[in-house]
């Protein structure tokens, strides 16, 4: 199973939210990289979108290159499924689709980008029934209105979920925990039940 983990605008905006929900899902998002056992021939991180100046990402992602990760930064806003799947072919020459390939989709905004507004978001991974699993851990929601983070992302999980449920989405599950995802990437299982 080939592990393609998406982080769209994952900088996010900053302003709007605590330190702790702008440092959560760059921990969470450590878990996975720090991780030995995670197979690197088989595990393809991408970042898309707004996140090119962010230099957390940035320092992130020069340790996972060092310790042998592949990944690649996707400036295109507009990046589509197909193209992440021949992007994938012609740089690692993969072969990725719905019955090879998991995804792990995070980034910000959790009820926007990430889950209907891009091209590569939860709504497009479930139109094409690939295996996709969403760790809470590595969203954050800033467009809602809320007087705190935990309004906000109280009011976008709820929509992801409604939205998940309303379209049948049954290959979408979301995470709460990063760790059931680092066990599942190094099981390097497929989903059988809802996490």
């Not at 910000?108 to 029934?129: A, E, M, P």
């Not at 969203?139 to 209105?145: N, Q």
């Not at 309303?166 to 989903?191: G, H, S």
Request: proline residues 2%; aromatic residues 8%; glycine residues 4%.
């Amino acid at each position: 199973m080939i592990n393609v983990i998406i982080l769209i605008d994952f900088k996010g905006h900053p302003i709007l939210a605590s330190e702790y929900v702008n440092s959560l899902r760059y921990s969470a998002l450590q878990q996975i990289t720090e991780n030995h056992n995670i197979d690197r021939e088989k595990c393809i991180i991408l970042s898309i979108g707004n996140s090119g100046g962010d230099k957390k990402l940035n320092e992130i992602r020069e340790i996972a290159l060092l310790n042998k990760f592949k990944w690649l930064i996707i400036e295109n806003p507009d990046t589509t499924v197909n193209d992440i799947e021949h992007l994938l072919m012609k740089k690692f020459n993969l072969i990725i689709n719905k019955d090879n390939t998991r995804i792990i989709l995070g980034g910000c905004n959790t009820s926007g980008c990430v889950l209907k507004t891009k091209n590569i978001s939860i709504k497009d991974f479930g139109l094409k029934k690939y295996e996709t699993l969403v760790p809470l851990q590595l969203c954050a929601e800033y467009e809602c209105s809320g007087i705190n983070d935990i309004e906000k992302n109280m009011k976008a999980f709820s929509r992801l979920f409604n939205y998940v449920q309303k379209n049948k989405f049954e290959t979408i599950v979301t995470v709460e925990d990063i760790t059931q995802i680092v066990k599942y990437i190094k099981k390097n299982n497929v989903m059988k039940e809802k996490i």
